[in-house]
């Protein structure tokens, strides 16, 4: 039973196009969040979300807009993708300021 | 904004060695947490510090956070070639934002 799930692991798309990508986790933390890690493969905080209310938003372009429907989901959608939006995207809960599981990642790739 | 810097970026060693990777920060930290990531796959939380000098061990691995608490440290003894991967420091800021250091990525060879 897999603890934090993120769909789709793969993602290859267009420029231009707007995709979701969507993540769960049936641990019951009260915070979630969107990291997105580059070639480099620095882990850059974009989003954190607790108990559904939006607390941090990392200078990240307006083009990302996180929803978070209940505390237990964190979708992330992107429109007018770009070639630079191209990296690994992950999910990731915590309970407070306890340690955070990830989700498998979504590698996007902006063609 | 706060940055969290890991020394050093890429170490290769040969199995048997040991390993060890500096996380230094310019303020004060509330706490420290470490990561594993496999190549190819996701972090994974290890352990996370909280008072002034504390030590951790978890099998082959020593966990220090400094007395200052600004800077720590993850000491891997006889490394194994199932210890690759990158290891990632992080902290817990304001507004629990969960900000991560720049990463060490650890080689073992035969």
């Known amino acids: 039973d897999t603890a934090v799930s993120q769909t789709p692991k793969y993602l290859v798309t267009q420029m231009g196009n707007d995709k979701s990508i969507k993540c769960e986790q049936n641990?019951?933390?009260?915070?979630m969040y969107w990291y997105k890690q580059d070639s480099k493969k620095f882990l850059k905080i974009m989003f954190s979300y607790n108990n559904k209310e939006l607390i941090i938003n990392e200078t990240v372009p307006n083009r990302f807009s996180p929803k978070s429907p209940d505390k237990a989901h964190l979708n992330l959608h992107i429109n007018s993708l770009e070639l630079g939006d191209s990296a690994v995207y992950f999910c990731?809960?915590?309970?407070?300021?306890?340690?955070?599981?990830f989700g498998q990642g979504t590698r996007l790739t902006v063609v | 904004g706060q940055q969290v810097m890991q020394i050093p970026q890429y170490q290769h060693v040969q199995e048997g060695e040991d390993f060890t990777t500096y996380c230094n920060s310019s303020t004060t930290l509330s706490n420290i947490q470490w990561y594993k990531q496999r190549p190819g796959g996701h972090p994974v939380f290890l352990i996370q510090l909280v008072k002034s000098g504390e030590v951790k061990k978890q099998k082959r691995l020593t966990f220090q956070f400094g007395e200052a608490k600004k800077n720590s440290s993850l000491h891997i003894t006889a490394t194994q070639t199932t210890d690759v991967g990158t290891y990632f420091c992080a902290n817990t800021g304001t507004a629990s934002k969960l900000t991560f250091g720049t990463g060490t990525r650890l080689q073992v060879t035969l």
């Open positions: 990731a809960s915590s309970q407070g300021r306890g340690g955070a599981f």
């Open positions: 641990l019951g933390h009260d915070t």
